[in-house]
């Protein structure tokens, strides 16, 4: 259990606990921050690792 991150989509802040430590809601189950799509330049990130690993590799 000591990996399960949750989140309240109130405060819309990421902790640990079944409640949410600012307003004492229920947080719900949520991934980490760096899987979120959010992360709109993430799949560009990859992208241009992949070709430059493509171009190095050839
Ligand atoms: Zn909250």
């Given at each position: 259990?000591?990996s399960?991150?949750r989140?309240?989509?109130k405060c819309?802040?990421?902790?640990l606990e079944e ?14 921050p760096k899987f979120?799509p ?11 690792r992949?070709?430059t ?6």
């Amino acid at each position: 259990m000591r990996s399960l991150i949750r989140y309240c989509g109130k405060c819309h802040i990421y902790t640990l606990e079944e409640t949410c430590p600012q307003c004492g809601g229920p947080t719900a189950m949520a991934v980490p921050p760096k899987f979120t799509p959010n992360d709109r330049f993430q799949k560009y990130r990859i992208k241009m690792r992949n070709e430059t690993d493509g171009k190095n590799s050839n």
